[in-house]
């Protein structure tokens, strides 16, 4: 073993107990790597905390030894940021799965960094609300995972981004020191909000522990709708006209663009529920309190939406097993995608206005860097936000292509699955000198030593030898 | 003058045009003070840029010379955290008021930081949409200034904290390096998000300059009611009754607790539009989509919370006119507080749960600490933000004594007013020493010289003498 990892093995083996450590052959191989797929190194040390106290000794041990470490969570990234880089110990949340009941009277709840979304959705259920996001690694993705990624998925049009769900967070930064703001309050305007530096900072500053998370009243009405659209504009239209007519009733908005769709039904050999002919298909849903009223108003929009040429045909659900089956098709998306194999995923945010030159452009430039290539395009409208995926066997070129039309058309090259290891090339193509200096300012002013996720959405310049 | 006064104006006279610059006899009073009303020096320089670039010049010269500099917009603060200290300058972003139009499609707007509130929320409703704060200060209150402050108000409850507007910063470092995080997209997880770093930072980590922000679909039904109430606890009942059966209709929930109630209409000379025999009366309201099925909604909630005991009695309001006229009662309390002359004005945040027991220590530690002490309290129940307001002639024994109470019920001591220089002494009451250091860690990070707002919200360390 290499220095620092017996150092810190020293330190810590007589204040953990047994389970917290893993070490050599006893360190299973599903440690290396995250759902991205890379190759990862095998870790020499898996640390495995109950508490956060004991996450605060072990980052205060791998601090003074420089052992860095990459934090897990669920292990259901899709950039690398949880893959294990040589001379790595990891750093597992697993055991730190402690959910606190409902706050009846604030709507609220506390959750240790370790406990799978969907336990978190499940409670809130229970208890007559509702946790406001929701992604389909539900059930493996965790707590700390999701803040430390800034988790999106299907509701963001409605409730905002995982962002929006923090009221508060316990982290431990570098150097084992704890900040701990979880008061749960909805104002709190007294110095920095810490919390929110966290959210989306992929581990790179500090290990999130525990959160104060917000939850909603629950919806009583529900109804679907996929449609068929003669043009993109016309979902832009859509959304619109929807958004205006609806309100905050309106509570998802996907898209579908035709490859895909047809592709997608061949392949797993279902019935559409429209007739494939469109370029562009959209599933939207409403979520609301007042039945009766609610559907009515969704009727009458859509029928509206008709009659203005904005959507050429819809089906409506008529039952919570028809809502179901519609949105089943949206989830279709990904089992048809992954059914296919290895393929270019990437997932890009474009300012709605440019969306549309943006997928003149990169059908271009794709075609230009690889002729052979099939772009599968669905995703979150409402959001700006649309998963482009490719079969291709040129990536790297694809992927650069791709990127390159996404900063002109001045959008992101990450829109909710973060940076990681494998888009970090990629990333001055959309933030400025100025931002990524920014960035290694404050990672450098709460991780001097770089242990934390090093190398994670940048790299840092390298340290000088100290004296 | 000064060295460093003199240094940057010899850099900036050819560089800026006239207008930019006042010192000595041309410097207006208004610019020592905002609205706390402290006692402010006179500024040597007044520095009043264009645009961004002109604001990297000057932060750029005044880093070198090692000038100090507080930053204003609307100066409506009302924690201090724009008044002038000694020996620094004033950087106003009062000339940098450009609007562009709304953005459609997407629903944003993109502002400079001197642009005022109310504008903004004008502009919004010509494009048939509505922003998301309000507060009264709205006239003058700068959009720079409400992202630096994180602005409340009465419209928390529904669409968040200013924060929840805010999709993208354009904001200046101290040595002049310019952020531009203008996309304005709803996701974006490439790297760290710098615009919400700036968000509620009191202009201590860089000067705001442009922002990109979210604005919402325009509700078409509005209905208040002003309710009394036997007790908090049916308070905190009644919100969470309506917050469950009306979802996000629910638009505004702000309660009167008794003494202000019946000192406010004795004073002002109105009819209250209940008996005022109540401990507690809350105006609450519901915005929506849908004509008829909204306020039919809240009829019927209402009247279950009269037979559940939850409210005692009710006036609903049955036109524009009767609605505005209950918002003005919410009003009136400013009014009569503002004309009753100096009193203590304290804006604390409770986690709800814990504000009854609150309101009880609170008034023993205020009765121990003044015996003839009143206080006057109002606010946003629906975020647990209370105005605590106090006549006495001890307010600094007040203040820490009623402070005191919020720290051991877990709650902050600047709910929505920030912390300025007015409130730093009690700032340790909340926050711990872990959180102030990692705050400090920041600041020096992205300030290391200390020239942006010095000594707002914390006092830096001495720096060590430069080689």
Sequence with gaps: MARPTNQVLSILQTRLDKAAILAGDAIDPRYSDDLSGGPGAR??????????????????????????????????????GARVLAGEAVLSLERMTAL????????????????????????????????????GARGTATIGGN???????????????????????????ADGSVLSSMKGLAKDNSGYDLS?????????????????????????????????????????GLLKFLRGRL??????????LAPLMGDMVSALGFTAPVALTSPVYVLTDIQGMTPGADEEAFTEALSQAIEDGLVEDVVLSQSE?????????????????????AMLSLDVSLPLPRMGAFLDLAEAAQAHADPAARAYI????????L?????????????????????????????????????????????????????????????????????????????????
């Design 147 to 173: 803040i430390a990624t800034n988790a999106g998925g299907i509701r963001v049009l409605r409730y905002g981004n995982f962002r929006a769900q923090v009221l508060g967070v316990e982290a431990v930064l």
């Design 387 to 467: 998963h482009y995926v490719v079969r291709t066997d040129r990536p790297n070129e694809v992927a650069k292509a791709v990127f390159d039309c996404v900063a002109k058309s001045g959008g992101s090259i990450s829109a909710e699955h973060g940076i990681g290891l494998d888009k970090k090339a990629y990333l001055h193509l959309t933030r400025t000198p100025a931002e990524l200096a920014a960035m290694r300012r404050i990672k450098a002013a709460l991780d001097p030593n770089n242990i934390l996720n090093r190398g994670r959405i940048f790299d840092m310049p390298p340290a000088l030898p100290s004296a």
């Design 196 to 236: 929110q530096l966290f959210v989306g900072s992929e581990g790179t500053l500090g290990v999130v522990t525990r959160a104060c998370l917000r939850l909603h009243p629950k919806p009583v009405t529900q109804s679907a709708a996929f449609c068929s659209l003669p043009s993109l504009d016309a979902a832009f």
């Design 247 to 256: 309100g905050n009733l309106l509570s998802g908005f996907e898209v579908i």
């Design 43 to 80: 870790p020499e040390l898996v640390l495995r905390p109950r508490n956060t106290s004991e996450v605060a000794e072990i980052l205060n041990a791998c601090n003074a030894a420089r052992l860095p470490l990459v934090v897990q969570g669920g292990r259901t990234g899709l950039s690398g």
């Design 100 to 135: 606190q009941e409902v706050e009846p009277t604030a709507g609220t709840i506390v959750a240790e960094a370790g406990v799978p979304l969907q336990v978190v959705q499940e409670r809130a259920d229970a208890a007559g609300l509702v946790f406001g996001v929701d992604i």
């Design 321 to 341: 097993r028809e809502y179901q089956g519609l949105w089943t098709l949206r989830d279709d998306c990904n089992r048809f995608l992954f059914a296919e194999g």
């Design 378 to 385: 669905f995703g979150h409208l409402g959001d700006g936000n």
